[in-house]
């Protein structure tokens, strides 16, 4: 059975930090590229990262870039946010993918004074 489940959101201030992590089962981890996706509220989901299986793959969205770094290890998926803005309130979802992708539930990030 494929899971997919994401963790580590929360309420943190502006200039604070948090790293959500994807924890994954059912399938081969190593064989998929993990991207991160966020959704605020009455927008479209937007594109944050993503890589395959070195760090040097590791592509980021315009808003994420020099703030955000993105990792894996062992069947876990890792986003390291840092210097969050009220923009970054979101859901943030993970999504394996290649030829077929799996998606998480989302994590809620509330990023407020």
């Known amino acids: 059975q494929v899971q997919v489940v994401e963790s580590g959101g929360g309420l943190v201030q502006p200039g604070g930090s948090l790293r959500l992590a994807c924890t994954t089962s059912?399938?081969?981890?190593?064989?998929?590229?993990i991207g991160w996706f966020r959704q605020a509220p009455g927008k479209e989901r937007e594109f944050v990262s993503c890589?395959?299986?070195?760090?040097?793959s590791a592509h980021y969205g315009g808003s994420s870039k020099g703030r955000f770094s993105i990792s894996r290890d062992n069947y876990t998926a890792y986003l390291q946010m840092n210097s969050l803005k009220p923009e970054d309130t979101a859901v943030y979802y993970c999504?394996?993918?290649?030829?077929?992708?799996?998606w998480g539930q989302g994590t809620q990030v509330t990023v407020s004074l």
């Open positions: 999504n394996a993918f290649t030829v077929v992708d799996y």
């Open positions: 890589m395959s299986r070195t760090p040097e």
């Open positions: 059912g399938f081969i981890f190593d064989d998929y590229n």
